[in-house]
């Protein structure tokens, strides 16, 4: 992740991942401390693509819609997302994602 956006640029995981699932990978895949923070749906109550889990992520972390970029493979996700006022990208591949974070200056 830092090679892609920074270390400055903080990263946050909005994920749909079952309870049991995400206490597994929280504590077995170092990646896990890449992220700046979480909002896991099975813990808040709500699922991609409802609007209340973009809400729940931007109250959680003080983030402003505008200023965010979400990045999810499933389109849907996307559009709910941007329907928030959130930016977004539908990834299909490492490079394309890049191309689409550099265009919005995240690069």
């Known amino acids: 992740l830092e090679r892609v956006i920074g270390a400055a640029n903080p990263v946050f995981c909005l994920s749909n991942m079952p309870a049991a699932s995400i206490a597994h990978v929280e504590h077995t895949h170092a990646f896990w401390s890449s992220f700046t923070g979480s909002v896991i749906s099975s813990r808040v109550g709500a699922i991609k693509p409802e609007a209340e889990i973009y809400q729940i992520l931007l109250g959680r972390f003080?983030?402003?819609a505008r200023e965010t970029v979400f990045i999810d493979?499933?389109?849907?996700?996307?559009e709910a997302a941007k329907a928030q006022g959130i930016q977004g990208i539908?990834?299909?591949?490492?490079?394309?994602?890049e191309q689409e974070l550099r265009n919005l200056g995240c690069v």
């Not at 539908?90 to 994602?97: G, I, N, P, S």
């Open 62 to 64: 003080g983030l402003e």
């Open 73 to 78: 493979d499933t389109e849907l996700n996307v």
């Open 90 to 97: 539908h990834f299909r591949d490492a490079v394309q994602c």
